[in-house]
Structures are given as structure tokens and as C-alpha cells.
């Protein structure tokens, strides 16, 4: 089978300034970054305020297995086939983190004939937004221990900072930490640790700011923690907003890149849907929808963290309303729902398929709850039976909706033009009404609880001791209006990640409570869930490296 990076190496890329010219932009309005990726200028984005916006369409799908769902394939092989049914089409996607890629998930730039280019880059370096972001997060922790080493003005409790480091890179062992030690000269010695670059609140205000002027207002209003009679402190009582600001400069503006098949392609940002809000960013959507007829986005892990967040939390802050959705699922996955073991996924089984076509189901139910037509995109595989793909199907129909089979990453665009018919047809029909789950005046815990119960079939969420107190603190202090961002493993509705189908009844244990002040939504840690998650015992690390000839191999 010939492998991703190679389709990707045979690509008959075109220079980055005539896919800038299929969207209307001049060679000003990018800064090339070589000659297949650029960053479309902050004055090119200023002109393009006020435009109509073309029809935003969202990639969402079932809880992912380790049999693969293909989210992002799809997004992209939607979006070269609207571009062939005679669409101005433009792909949004996230950025990939370092950390899953030397790790277990693998990369975000689609597979097989249905990926953006170029394709090592984009999952290596790229253009160094995520080194941008985990500067600007560790100068405000290092502003924060000098502050505090040269006198403390502001009189921070050591005991109650909140601002953790950040590095993109799976790494357990940094969780939890003490520093300081050794010396006065040293610093003050305390208990920290460090997430992993996407879960830290400057990528979620990368992700949600509209221009440099509010990237850095909500930079300023950053909690980094408290005074010792329990004031808040921000960054900018520290001063560093500015500081963060420059060093974000360049990363704020979106990446243009584009498809194997020459589509336009914004990639931006890379917040987590687990542990963070999961969408690329609002600079990025808003830029392809003034340029564009369609604009083709996902939303990260299945639709229960994914779309909700994408739908709670951009759509609210931004201002955007999808006109479709796309919910993506395998025969493979569906029948690892229905109980069938990863070794035995070639075996046909129509049971196993009807069985886990429940949480299929629950995905559906939950989005037509916001008011959003949904088709189901199968992305197809070569074992896949005639005899499964109708009991989807005849699923798919009892539930009021169309179940496409979409052959995009062997075919390209070519194998989901039935997809992207119907894609337009129902952000043609008129049918989206778009509303938010919650409205911003209920408290934040009945925002939580209406997530669990509504979103996962809770039965009712559990706070551990101290999260009420603490919600009710931040809403006398005035952040009650803010959504809420549920952390917790994207494996199962339920934070049993065992637990796969469409479970009900279940208690959701919030363990903990952030405030992202700057980022604008308040984060419910719930379960076991890790901000920093570790390598598997054989981490794809261990299979990378250059061939004789200086290429990369084993990268996907």
C-alpha cells in the first residue's frame, strides 16, 4: 500500500501566490514561508472585513477508536470535491501538535489521495506558531517567579499561582514539579508543572481573538493566580501583555497551504477538543468565509467534544452558524461500538454494525439538538460488506438522514462529489437554525450540568469538593456569562474511555476547575483526563528519522 508521505512526496504542488490568487489575494497580501506555504498579512485581513460570508460547513464524527474515523481526510476530500462541482471552496483546518506526532495519534493533514501539502511540514514545524505560543505562555511564568524573587508588589501567594509551563511535547514526567530549589539566588521554591502547548489558554486566545488588538486585551485579562487575601492577578498587572503580543504577532496571521489537488487551504491553530476547545482559529474561518462560497471546517474528536465545544463556544464567541454538518464514521468503528474486538474488524458483521451504529445515533440526536441538518459520510474501506454499509444506511434513514458512501482517500475529490451534492443541498435548503445549547445567563454549573446530561445522557455531574464554591466565586467576580469547555476523554460519552456505544445513566465527575478569563469559557477538568498526556510504551519516535537520501521516514 503506498503510504501517505509518499502520496504526499508526488504531489504536483502549485506556487504558493497563485493559490493566494484563487482566493483574491496579491502577492502583498502573503508573506511566503518558501514557495508552498504563506501567511495572509494583517492588512489583507483588515480588507477583508464587511464581505458577505459564504456557507460554513462543519466536519464532525463518532467517538474516534483505534480503528480510525478519517475526520480531517474528509474534511479535505469535501472540500476538493465541492471545488469540483464548481464551489469556491476553502478548507479550515487545525494545526498538529509535535506531541501526538512522535507519539501514538499520528498526523492532522488528512491521508491518502485526500491530504493538505505540504505535508511534512505541516506536521513537524510548520511555520512556528506552536513554538510562538509556548514562548509567550513560559515569559509570563518566568515574569511571574521574577516578580516574585524581586519583592512581590503585587503580593502574589506563591501557594495559589495558577500559570503552569507549557511545552509541545508528550512528557509525563513534567505533570507535577516543584522549582526554585537550590539556593536563594534561585527564587522562591513552589509546586507547579507543565501542560502541553495545546491545552495552554494563549493557543485558546490565539484561536478565538478577531485581530492583534484583541489578542492582546485578552492576553492582559489572563488569571495567572491570587494575592494572598484572595485578589486576582492578571498578566497585565504583571506588564507582559505587550511583551506576549509581539512574540504572537506573526503567529495570529492564518497559514495558507493547499490540497494535493490545488485547493486553497487555511491552517491555524491546534487547541485539543479533550482538554481544550478544539477548532482552528476564528481569524482563520472568518478570512476563508470572505473569500469563499463554502468553507469546509472540523471540529476535533468525536461530535460530543468536538462539535459541542465548536458550537458552545467559537460559533457563540464569534458570531458564526454553520449551514451543515457532516458526521463522519467507518464500518471498522462502528462495529469496534458494537463490541467487536480491533483483531477481528475484517470479519463482516452486520450485528456488531447495528449495535454500534447507537452511538452514531446519540451523535445525530445530539446535533439536530442544535438545530443543524446532518449527513453521515461513511469514508470508506476496502473491506467494508454490501451487507454492512446498507444496515448503515437503512440506519442512517430511520433516523432522518442520508448516509453517503464517500471513497475520498482513494479517489480525491472524484470519490465524494455525491457527498458534497448533498453537503449543498442542505446549506441550500434553508434548514439550519442554528441555537447554542445554554444560554449565557444560566450558572456555570448548570452549564455543566446541562452538557453531561444533555450531551452525554448523564445522569447528573458530580463536583468534587470545593468546584461549587469556586464557580460561584467567578461569577461574583463576574465571569458567569462565560461557556463552558468540558475536559475529558474522547473515547466514550461516558470518562470511562472503555466504555464505548451509547451509554446513559452514568455520573460525571468533575474533578477540578480553571478559569481562562483571557480565553473568555471556564475549563470543568472531569475524570482522568491529563493536560499532559505521556508516550505510549512504543512511541512513534522510535520509527522516525532521514533515509540515505536526507527524506523523512516513518512519518505516517
Request: proline residues 4%; glycine residues 10%; charged residues 20%.
Amino acid at each position: 500500500m503506498t503510504s501517505d508521505i509518499h502520496i504526499a512526496r508526488q504531489a504536483s504542488k502549485l506556487p504558493i501566490a497563485d493559490i493566494a490568487g484563487r482566493l483574491g489575494l496579491r502577492l502583498t497580501d502573503i508573506l511566503p514561508y518558501g514557495h508552498d506555504k504563506a501567511k495572509i498579512t494583517h492588512d489583507a485581513l483588515v480588507g477583508l472585513r464587511g464581505r458577505d460570508p459564504g456557507k460554513l460547513v462543519l466536519v464532525t464524527a463518532i467517538n474516534p477508536t483505534p480503528a480510525g474515523e478519517g475526520k480531517t481526510t474528509t474534511t479535505v476530500g469535501l472540500g476538493d470535491a465541492l471545488n469540483r462541482i464548481g464551489k469556491r471552496a476553502t478548507i479550515c483546518i487545525r494545526e498538529a501538535s509535535l506531541g501526538p506526532n512522535f507519539g501514538m495519534k499520528g498526523g492532522a493533514a488528512g491521508g491518502g489521495y485526500a491530504q493538505i501539502v505540504p505535508m511534512e511540514d505541516m506536521n513537524l514545524h510548520f511555520t512556528g506558531d506552536f513554538h510562538a505560543i509556548t514562548s509567550a505562555h513560559n515569559l509570563l511564568a518566568a515574569m511571574i517567579d521574577n516578580h516574585i524573587y524581586w519583592g512581590n508588589d503585587l503580593d502574589i501567594d506563591t501557594r495559589r499561582v495558577t500559570w503552569r509551563r507549557v511545552m509541545d511535547m508528550n512528557d509525563r514526567a513534567l505533570r507535577d514539579m516543584a522549582l526554585g530549589l537550590g539556593g536563594v539566588s534561585n527564587g522562591f521554591p513552589r509546586q507547579t508543572g507543565f501542560d502541553i502547548t495545546v491545552a495552554s489558554e494563549v493557543m485558546a486566545i490565539l484561536c478565538l481573538a478577531r485581530d492583534l488588538a484583541d489578542l492582546q486585551l485578552r492576553l492582559g485579562r489572563i488569571v495567572i493566580g491570587y494575592t494572598r487575601d484572595h485578589r486576582p492577578v492578571t498578566a497585565r498587572d504583571l506588564k507582559a501583555d505587550g511583551a506576549m503580543t509581539v512574540l504572537l504577532r506573526d503567529a495570529l496571521q492564518p497559514n495558507l497551504v493547499q490540497t494535493l489537488e490545488n485547493n486553497p487551504a487555511l491552517v491555524h491553530g491546534g487547541p485539543f477538543a479533550n482538554i481544550a476547545h478544539g477548532c482552528n482559529s476564528v481569524i482563520a474561518t472568518r478570512a476563508a468565509l470572505a473569500m469563499s462560497e463554502y468553507v469546509v471546517t472540523e471540529a476535533g474528536f468525536g461530535a460530543d467534544l468536538g462539535a459541542e465545544k465548536f458550537l458552545d463556544i467559537k460559533c457563540r464567541l464569534a458570531g458564526l452558524a454553520p449551514a451543515a454538518v457532516v458526521l463522519v464514521a467507518t464500518i471498522r468503528a462502528l462495529k469496534m461500538n458494537g463490541g467487536v474486538a480491533r483483531p477481528d474488524l475484517a470479519a463482516a458483521n452486520v450485528r456488531a454494525v447495528t449495535a454500534g451504529c447507537a452511538n452514531l445515533g446519540r451523535h445525530i440526536e445530539n446535533l439536530h439538538g442544535f438545530g443543524l441538518p446532518v449527513v453521515v459520510a461513511l469514508n470508506h474501506f476496502d473491506g467494508d460488506s454490501a451487507d454492512e454499509v446498507a444496515a448503515l444506511k437503512n440506519y442512517c434513514t430511520r433516523h432522518g438522514v442520508k448516509a453517503i458512501v464517500a471513497r475520498h482517500w482513494a479517489e480525491g475529490g472524484a470519490g465524494a462529489e455525491e457527498l458534497a451534492q448533498e453537503v449543498v443541498a442542505l446549506a441550500e435548503s434553508g434548514q439550519a437554525d442554528f441555537h447554542t445549547l445554554y444560554p449565557d445567563q444560566m450558572s456555570l454549573w448548570q452549564k455543566i450540568e446541562t452538557i453531561c446530561t444533555r450531551i452525554y445522557r448523564a445522569a447528573h455531574a458530580e463536583a468534587a469538593a470545593g468546584v461549587r464554591d469556586q464557580l460561584e466565586a467567578w461569577e461574583e467576580a463576574g465571569h458567569g456569562g462565560m461557556p463552558v469547555c468540558i475536559a475529558k476523554t474522547q473515547y466514550s460519552f461516558s470518562t470511562d474511555p472503555a466504555l464505548r456505544g451509547a451509554p446513559d445513566g452514568h455520573v460525571i465527575p468533575v474533578r477540578e476547575v480553571r478559569l481562562s478569563a483571557g480565553a473568555g469559557f471556564v475549563v470543568a477538568v472531569c475524570g482522568e483526563i491529563m493536560t499532559m498526556p505521556g508516550l505510549p510504551p512504543h512511541p512513534a519516535a522510535e520509527s522516525i528519522g532521514l533515509d540515505a537520501d536526507g527524506q523523512i521516514e516513518g512519518l505516517f
